[in-house]
């Protein structure tokens, strides 16, 4: 066979053989790339919509410490809010073992039972008919709580999407 031929037929396969191989390599990039994207896209919309329960519940709390201040009349749509908002919450809570750090997912569990208590201690509390202002400074505890868990929340994400820093009093 001809020298050059062999050439030519050698260099055809060796670039065809590369053009393959290179495509294999930035298709298999590609689709890493785009999995990783759909992963923080996900990962953004749990801290997203954990954060809104998590301050949801928080206002709704705040709600209800007024109410028991000044306007007692406003309690039970209170009350029946939190009932439908707890579900809610608690789905998001439950999620943070998908989405965030070790310490995020520490930190929410124990949200979740502090939650879970004060529960208990307003069943109990209002059986015992204690006065509005001595409950609602335990509302208020919890509401301070909440808005601690979601200003963390808020903090990762903002590091996550290159924000600036923000500290607690901004948002207080």
Known sequence: MN?????VVSSL??????????????IRHAIEK???????DRRLSWYENCTLAIQQFRWNNMAYADALRHDRSKLPGIARTAVLQAPKL?????????YSPKA??????????E??????????TLKRDVPADEFAAVVDTLSDSLGVA?????????DQLGLDQIALSDIQ
Do not use: Y
């Open 13 to 26: 396969v060796v670039a065809g053989v590369s053009a393959w191989v290179g495509s294999k390599i930035g």
């Open 104 to 113: 995020t997912v520490h930190r929410l569990r124990d949200l979740a039972i």
């Open 3 to 7: 020298p050059i031929v062999l050439q």
């Open 90 to 98: 608690f789905e998001q809570l439950n999620q943070a073992i998908l």
């Open 150 to 158: 979601g200003f963390e929340l808020a903090k990762q994400i903002r």
């Open 115 to 124: 939650i879970e208590k004060f529960s208990v201690v307003a069943d109990e």
């Open 34 to 40: 785009l999995r990783k994207e759909r992963a923080f």
